[in-house]
């Protein structure tokens, strides 16, 4: 039986419409956050969309120690509580420690679980105990019915707030692929699936995560036909010199034309049947 998670305002899940995580992928400075708040908020409302603004306050898994990692935990949280009074949107953010979930969850609607940490007991355990919905992001290195373990782990704790993303399938060296099956697949949990456009175009490897953005459209309307509950995509003004992720960080300026496509996508694919 398909469930359906509320996150303020919003209801994901079948039958709902398709939700939409979008945001920088770190927050790289106060101003340049509320920024692409503001004009993501727009763009929402203009286009009728239910939008979570999404941003990491530390990126703890970056390739490199030189690479920006974000403003910390304690500034990174002040700016999201600042655009969620400001802008009245739901927050969604990355935790990587036990520790660090209660704190977010003061802030953030949405705790994230990265991928390579998606199999870590108490991490998923510490987010469940918050009552805050828990996004788990499929690790690349997982067939899609592996999640199961972990809606098991979170569902332990009494939270049955979940939402599981799909991001791509390791591939041999350097390249991702995405499976249009893990979609249906890890829906047979009966929670809500996201796919996440801009993660499943990298390319991992070398000093700086690479990959082409160019992929991201093919990606989203693919994925959407599929019957995907909601797309997670990074969004930048100016990706060429984001701080993090810059080669898949989709163009704010391009994303309100990829975003009508998929809804139509996505009305048409509501109304077939498996």
Do not use: W
């Not at 400075?29 to 908020?41: D, G, V």
């Amino acid at each position: 039986m398909p469930k359906t998670v509320q996150i303020a305002n919003i209801s994901v899940g079948a039958g709902h419409p398709q939700v939409y995580i979008l945001g920088p992928c770190v927050i790289e400075s106060r101003e340049h956050a509320l920024f692409m708040a503001e004009k993501l908020k727009l763009l929402a409302e203009k286009l009728g969309i239910p939008l979570i603004f999404k941003a990491s306050y530390d990126k703890a898994n970056r390739t490199s120690h030189d690479s920006a990692r974000g403003p910390g935990m304690e500034e990174g949280l002040r700016i999201l509580a600042e655009i969620k009074r400001q802008f009245g949107l739901p927050i969604l953010t990355d935790i990587h420690e036990p520790r660090q979930a209660q704190t977010a969850a003061e802030v953030a609607d949405v705790l994230q679980i990265p991928a390579f940490l998606c199999r870590q007991t108490d991490l998923l355990l510490a987010a469940a105990r918050t009552g805050r919905t828990v996004n788990v992001k499929k690790g690349q290195f997982l067939a899609p019915y592996d999640v199961q373990f972990m809606v098991d782990k979170i569902e332990s704790a009494g939270n049955h707030a979940i939402l599981l993303t799909e991001r791509g399938h390791s591939f041999g060296y350097g390249g991702l692929v995405s499976d249009v099956r893990s979609i249906p697949i890890m829906q047979q949990t009966g929670y809500p699936v996201i796919f996440d456009a801009t993660h499943s175009a990298q390319a991992p490897g070398g000093s700086t995560t690479g990959g082409d953005r160019a992929y991201i459209p093919h990606l989203v309307r693919a994925m959407t036909a599929a019957g995907c509950d909601g797309i997670f995509m990074e969004t930048h003004d100016d990706p060429e010199h984001a701080l993090s992720d810059r080669a898949t960080q989709y163009p704010l300026d391009k994303l309100a034309g990829l975003i009508r496509e998929v809804q139509q996508i996505a009305e048409l694919s509501r109304s077939f049947k498996p």
